[in-house]
Every structure is written in C-alpha cells, then in structure tokens.
C-alpha cells in the first residue's frame, strides 16, 4: 500500500499550485506528481507542484522546487515564492519575517507583512531583469520569422520585448488585450524558433487604472497570474517609456505591486498568499527518495 503524502494547496492572485514539504515527505518522482496531480479533472487540479525544503547551503534557509503542470522544472515563480513565505511562516517552520530562498534562478529575500500571526502580503526581492540571453532568447530568429506577432487579432502597438527573470518571457504590448486568443497565440509564441528553451508570454495594455496582463505560461498554459511575467511586463513597460518604475499589474486572478528600484536595479513584487485547502494523496509511484538538491546547488 503507498503511503499518503499531506499536501496544501494555495494560490498566488490566482496562480494555484500544490505544495508539499520534503521535510515529512520524499517525492521519488516530482516529474509524475506534477504532471498527475495538477490534473484539473483528474487529480488536485493546479499549475503544478511545489516542493519546500530546507536549504543545504547557509546562506539560504529554504529551498523551493517548482514543477509545471506538465512536469517541466521552472527556474522560478514568484506567486508561488510569496506562497512558500506565508507557508513556512504559518507552519511554524520558522519565526523569520525575513526569508532566504534558494531556487533555481538564485537566492531570493521575502519580506513578510505580518499581522496577528498571519502574513497579509509578501514582498519579493525578484532581483535584476536581464534584456540579453542567447540561451533563452535568439532576436535574429525573431525577426525573420515574424508571422506568429503579425497575425495578433488585439493589435500589436509598439512592439514587444524579452526580458529574462531567470524565466524567459516575452512582453507584447496590444491595443485590445481581451482580444487575443490567449490559448492559441500563447501555444504558437511559446515554442516559436526565438526561443530555445520556450517562453512564458505576457499580452499587455496600457489602461488608467494599471496595465492589464493576460499570461500564457510555459509548460503550464493560461493561468490567472504569473509573477515573473509582472515583473517583466513592468520592466518592459518601464524600458520602452510606458510607464515609471512603479506599476499596478491587473492579472485575471488579482493585482499585483510590481517596482523597478533605481537604487539597485532589482525588481520587487508585492502581492497576496492565500490557502486554498489541505489534504492526503497518493503518490503516483513508489517513493525512491527524497528529491536532493544538488542541482539547486550548482545554480547558486
């Protein structure tokens, strides 16, 4: 018989995942997990799973691991990084209000708001936005092979930027973006020649009220926020002389804070953590071990 293994799902402004802690839990095969139980019909249903552990370096107290719905490894989110802090905060694995987190793309600082022993929000140190990266982004490929931006229905205006978080993504500005065919559009531009290793996609307009961002995520497909995908459509928005360093992003699943800070060039998100609900699974394979951490090792 498999052993049940105790799960919490929560969302960041929509972007839902399942979190496990390998503390009490060793997850043989993260890849399966993720690709079974993300399963919206057949399984918890979310954007994937995220594993907590504890950091194997002293500079970091936590580690977080992220597996996309359909079992790719992320570099990092930044809903799902907010969630972790309110989790090993309110588990009581730590009393820090201040929490170093290793993930695939660094070390990244959350900064706890706390109220009566409950984290009302969370700020994330997403550190700087790269505009440069052959291995994610090759712009001679983009620009001989334009079809995929040419046939937009919402209306390309200004153009469209890349802007690395550790993720890729690609930062479209449009006239309408409720009239972008997400779903199809996102699939075409995430595996378009220019980008190696995929790309989240964000579809951005300008409005008064905050640029409004509808997000394609790679290997996860629509989902209602992506905090990466805020950071860089602010960036983005920023570098082309949109908007200032400071940005209200409206997601479908809730708005997120988002500053470019001049003083050190990092970019800081601010946003909620909720719970959703909790509870026990079986894990789709034998258990092998825990998940180690030595890749989260080498990309210190």
């Not at 009581?92 to 706890?112: A, C, E, N, P, R």
């Not at 931006?149 to 802007?163: A, I, P």
Request: glycine share 12%.
């Amino acid at each position: 018989m498999k052993h049940e293994i105790h799960f919490t799902k929560m969302h960041g402004a929509g972007n839902d995942y399942i979190y496990v802690d390998t503390l009490l839990y060793n997850i043989g095969d993260p890849v399966a997990a993720a690709r079974e139980w993300s399963d919206r019909h057949k399984g918890i249903g979310s954007d994937g799973l995220v594993l907590i552990g504890r950091s194997p370096i002293s500079e970091a107290d936590f580690t977080m691991r992220i597996f996309n719905a359909d079992g790719s490894e992320a570099m990092m989110c930044g809903n799902a990084s907010r969630c972790v802090g309110k989790y090993v905060y309110e588990k009581g694995l730590t009393t820090q209000t201040q929490i170093k987190l290793l993930t695939l793309s660094g070390i990244k600082v959350l900064d706890l708001l706390v109220r009566e022993d409950i984290v009302e929000s969370v700020t994330v140190d997403m550190g700087e936005p790269v505009f440069e990266n052959e291995r994610q982004f090759n712009p001679a490929a983009m620009a001989t092979n334009s079809q995929a931006l040419s046939s937009l229905t919402g209306g390309v205006v200004g153009g469209s930027s890349f802007v690395s978080m550790g993720n890729p993504h690609y930062v479209i500005f449009v006239d309408n973006v409720d009239a972008i065919d997400v779903a199809r559009e996102g699939a075409i531009l995430e595996h378009h020649p220019a980008f190696p290793e995929r790309c989240n996609i964000e579809f951005a307009e300008m409005r008064p009220d905050g640029i409004r961002v509808r997000v394609w995520e790679r290997g996860s497909g629509i989902t209602q926020a992506c905090g990466t995908g805020a950071c860089a459509t602010a960036v983005a928005a920023c570098k082309t002389g949109r908007a200032g360093r400071a940005s209200r992003i409206i997601m479908d699943g809730g708005v997120l804070e988002i500053e470019w800070r001049e003083a050190d060039g990092h970019v800081y998100m601010t946003g909620p953590a909720e719970f959703v609900f909790e509870g026990e699974i079986v894990p789709p394979s034998p258990l092998k071990g825990s998940v180690g951490n030595e890749r989260l090792k080498s990309e210190k």
